[in-house]
């Protein structure tokens, strides 16, 4: 069974940093693409990141500001976010498609003051 717990989220001030954290288990992070959407009140939920075996991407939105990372020994991957912006302000899941399914936490909030 595959489950994904995210955490990390909260509230910080415009320009400020916050990590972001996606501990699995029943999968093997560093074997698949784990993906970070994010879904902001009254707008579509929204690719930010992925990480595979082999590489990482990012939504332009994210390039240059955050992060995505995985620690192979903790199952968990990461979303470091810095130099934030209030228009960052969503609620951020993890997700992994596996066996043509995909798995989603439960999501962590972030909100960003100006």
């Known amino acids: 069974q595959v489950q994904l717990v995210e955490s990390g989220g909260g509230l910080v001030q415009a320009g400020g940093s916050l990590r972001l954290s996606c501990q699995a288990s029943g999968i093997i992070v560093s074997l698949n693409a784990i993906n970070w959407y994010r879904q902001a009140p009254g707008k579509q939920r929204e690719l930010v990141a992925t990480?595979?075996?082999?590489?990482?991407s990012y939504a332009d939105s994210a390039k240059g500001r955050f992060t995505i990372s995985r620690d192979n020994g903790k199952n968990t991957v990461y979303l470091q976010m810095n130099s934030l912006k209030p228009e960052d302000t969503a609620v951020y899941y993890c997700k992994i498609t596996k066996w043509n399914t995909d798995y989603w936490g439960q999501g962590t909030q972030v909100t960003v003051s100006s």
């Open positions: 990480i595979t075996p082999g590489r990482t």
